[in-house]
T-cell receptor, first 108, second 116 residues
Framework: GQQVMQIPQYQHVQEGEDFTTYCNSS?????IQWYKQRPGGHPVFLIQ?????EVKKQKRLTFQFGEAKKNSSLHITATQTTDVGTYFC????????FGTGTRLTIIP | GAVVSQHPSWVICKSGTSVKIECRSL??????MFWYRQFPKQSLMLMAT?????????EQGVEKDKFLINHASLTLSTLTVTSAHPEDSSFYIC????????????FGPGTRLTVT
């Protein structure tokens, strides 16, 4: 079946530094979604990308979908302590398949 | 936004007993809900798709006789872990879609199950 790998698995950054997580699929995806899960919490939907090469921004967050629709990235500019959590790329129309996730910790 | 609740938020049970977890959509109707399991520091794994008024669809490797799912109404799905064992200890999360034409899913707060 389809597999979605994320790198890095863990990322520790100083507050104010940038952060990027990458998502790679073995097959072409019809869409990609990103979710954030705070420690002890549940996943919360961030965004959905559908078009090849699509770029979307949400304040300090920039999401990209690769031209071949096999990879995606999430970039956070000037991280804040509220950005702490695990970021998952997810694919699927109804049944969701979660990527392996990237756990972000912030050093104040 | 749409709200999904789960009850209980955490439960401790003895090995061999059964535990029921409820998932409710509070302000919308959900013909389909999903059940996930998440072990510590791991990703979410889809266990089954719960369909209102019909049998649940289980993912490969998930025992349907052990994880009983009932979707009795458009706002309630239940997951019963039968004859629980310590290896069933995990974080169980349900989700639902609000709109049929939207990919976005809303997740419940999760239920942490500890089997002693």
């Amino acid at each position: 079946g389809q597999q979605v790998m994320q790198i890095p698995q863990y990322q520790h950054v100083q507050e104010g530094e940038d952060f990027t997580t990458y998502c790679n699929s073995s097959t072409t995806l019809s869409n990609i979604q990103w979710y954030k899960q705070r420690p002890g919490g549940h996943p919360v939907f961030l965004i959905q990308l559908v078009k090849s090469g699509e770029v979307k921004k949400q304040k300090r967050l920039t999401f990209q979908f690769g031209e071949a629709k096999k990879n995606s990235s999430l970039h956070i500019t000037a991280t804040q302590t509220t950005d702490v959590g695990t970021y998952f790329c997810v694919f699927g129309n109804e049944k969701l398949t979660f990527g392996t996730g990237t756990r972000l910790t912030i050093i104040p | 936004g749409a709200v999904v609740s789960q009850h209980p938020s955490w439960v401790i049970c003895k090995s061999g007993t059964s535990v029921k977890i409820e998932c409710r959509s509070l302000d919308f109707q959900a013909t389909t809900m999903f059940w996930y399991r998440q072990f510590p520091k791991q990703s979410l794994m889809l266990m089954a798709t719960s369909n209102e008024g019909s049998k649940a669809t289980y993912e490969q490797g998930v025992e349907k006789d052990k994880f009983l799912i009932n979707h009795a109404s458009l706002t309630l799905s239940t997951l019963t872990v039968t004859s629980a064992h310590p290896e069933d200890s995990s974080f169980y999360i349900c989700s639902a879609r609000v709109l049929a034409n939207s990919y976005e899913q809303y997740f419940g707060p999760g239920t942490r199950l500890t089997v002693t």
